[in-house]
């Protein structure tokens, strides 16, 4: 238990100093350990008007191993799914990503307008700018990472 607790603070104080440590917005529920996968950037966009669904997005950076990302879930929606979008014949499409979305060890995976997103559907209330939307994501290896995204429109960031 005490090399787990001195793990924890040693990763906590390496990326406090790190110019590149997840945003607070990205903080997980358990304390990373020097191997562990980060989450970074992650944000969602304001609900469409008249709409049930938004979109959440975030930068996966993969650990020592490699990880899948299997699913997510948030209480500000009836679900949750990993979605790409592709160009097929000139029309843009988006479906669910199935299997899973694969981090590869020490590999970036952005999802980003445009591309792979996190779909959220049976939205209870729109998400509107300046909150934060709860989300937990869970993955193969790395288990259940519970963070916030805090909701601002694409392009801008957020003031901690």
Known sequence: MRIHTALAALALAL???SPSAPPESATTAE????AALEIRDA?????PGGVDVAAGYLTL???SADD?????SSPRAASVEIHEMTMDGGAMQMRAVTGGLAVTAGQTVTLAPGGMHLM?????QPFTPGEN??????FANSGERTIDLPVHPPGQTVQH
């Open 15 to 17: 990326a406090a100093c």
């Open 31 to 34: 304390a990373p350990t020097a």
């Open 43 to 47: 944000w969602a966009a304001p609900s």
């Open 61 to 63: 950076v993969g650990g």
């Open 68 to 72: 899948t990302l299997v699913s997510a």
């Open 120 to 124: 959220f559907m049976g939205v209870t």
């Open 133 to 138: 939307i709860p989300v937990t994501l869970t």
